[in-house]
Every structure is written in structure tokens, then in C-alpha cells.
């Protein structure tokens, strides 16, 4: 069974513009969260979404969004990118989102800001 | 609010001898309680969780987990490391509502040969 994938693996981009990551859930998974990791904060809960639904929410700014399409498969968008957003963007996928469910990992994706 | 503390930054341990990483957790009802690894470059890697039940868990590559509720503690062991058991190390607890999984610092384990 394939795993939880993202793409790009990395990505470069410049102050002021805006970056889509995309990731699709392991088969059979319906819910998705995003997680942000950096060595000073650590793993820092983004959003989850269930069926299209986003059902939780992180303390991020506006600038960070994201979906869920029909197919499980989820994007987040970053606008207005800061040097401070540079991170391993890291997304994750379980049947339903029940919290006795352990969540599977992709290998993430790396975000540089120049 | 729920929160996972790992008291330890790193870890040190000799090939062969037992391992011990900390965590300790705070939830307000009943908690679900988990351990991740991440190897350098890579995404997070499920080893066990803790629902209900025995006390021990066993999970993936010989480790296993003690939950203690009144210390409030779910320290991940191993009877004897491997080399190739270095990594960074989370915690990571819920409750059992609609709330979002919430990971510790994360520990370095270093297993020396």
C-alpha cells in the first residue's frame, strides 16, 4: 500500500510570493492534517480536514490555507511568504480522524525563503 | 488545553544497553498517547500508541511504552539499542474529543557503538 505522499520534496521561493504543497493521503484515508516543523518551535499543528471539511484549526495567520478535494487528496497554500515560514511542511493521513487512530506521515515538504 | 513535555533534549546510550525516553502529558480527560521517530530527511514514523488497557505497550522494532497515570508519564523503552535506533524521538498525546494531536519538543537519541 503506497504511503502518504507530497510534492514538491523542495522548493525554494522569494519574500512576497505565494507557494501550493500538495500531498495525497494514504488509500482509504479520509482525513488529513498539516503539521509546520521547525528546530525552535518544533511540530506545530497547521489544520486537519475530513471529507472536504476543515475540522480543526491551528494559530497560524490567514496567509496559511488549505483544502481537501472528493478524493482525500489535500493542498496547502501559503500567500505573502516570509522569511520566517522557511520550514519542513509535513502532511499526515488517517482513516477518519478519530483521535485512537495513529496518524501516517509523509516525508514532507522543504520550504526555503530567500 | 493538552501538552506534552520531553524533558530531555538528548540522549546518549551504549550499543546493547537499555533505553529510556522521557515524556510526560497533560489532558484534561482520558488520554491517547503515542510515540513517533523521524530519521534525518524523513517524515514521522508511527512506533505505538497507548487507548486503554495494559499499561505496556509493545509497538515496531522491539520498542515499548509504560503509561503511568498518576505520574501522568509515557516513557518509551527499549531493552537494548541499536545503532541504528538514532533518531529524533516525539511524543505526541490527544484527548478524546475533536481536538488536534499535540507532539512534544522531540528527543535526539544517540546510540554509540
Known amino acids: 500500500k503506497a504511503g502518504v505522499t507530497q510534492t514538491p520534496r523542495y522548493l525554494i521561493k522569494t519574500r512576497g510570493q505565494q507557494v501550493t504543497l500538495s500531498c495525497s493521503p494514504i488509500?482509504?484515508?479520509?482525513?488529513v492534517s498539516w503539521y509546520q516543523q521547525t528546530p525552535g518551535q518544533g511540530l506545530q499543528f497547521l489544520f486537519e480536514y475530513f471529507s472536504e471539511t476543515q475540522r480543526n484549526k491551528g494559530n497560524f495567520p490567514g496567509r496559511f490555507s488549505g483544502r481537501q478535494f472528493s478524493n482525500s487528496r489535500s493542498e496547502m497554500n501559503v500567500s505573502t511568504l516570509e522569511l520566517g515560514d522557511s520550514a519542513l511542511y509535513l502532511c499526515?493521513?488517517?482513516?477518519?480522524?478519530?483521535?485512537?487512530?495513529?496518524?501516517?506521515f509523509g516525508d514532507g515538504t522543504r520550504l526555503s525563503i530567500l | 488545553a493538552q501538552s506534552v513535555a520531553q524533558p530531555e533534549d538528548q540522549v546518549n546510550v551504549a550499543e546493547g544497553n537499555p533505553l529510556t525516553v522521557k515524556c510526560t502529558y497533560s489532558v484534561s480527560g482520558n488520554p491517547y498517547l503515542f510515540w513517533y521517530v523521524q530519521y534525518p530527511n524523513r517524515g514521522l514514523q508511527f512506533l505505538l500508541k497507548?487507548?486503554?488497557?495494559?499499561?505496556l505497550v509493545k509497538g515496531s522494532y522491539g520498542f515499548e511504552a509504560e503509561f503511568n497515570k498518576s505520574q501522568t508519564s509515557f516513557h518509551l523503552k527499549k531493552p537494548s539499542a541499536l545503532v541504528s535506533d538514532s533518531a529524533l524521538y516525539f511524543c505526541a498525546v490527544r484527548d478524546g474529543g475533536n481536538t488536534p494531536l499535540v507532539f512534544g519538543k522531540g528527543t535526539r537519541l544517540s546510540v554509540i557503538a
Open positions: 488509500s482509504g484515508h479520509r482525513s
Open positions: 499526515a493521513s488517517s482513516l477518519s480522524g478519530q483521535a485512537n487512530q495513529p496518524q501516517h
Open positions: 497507548y487507548i486503554t488497557g495494559d499499561n
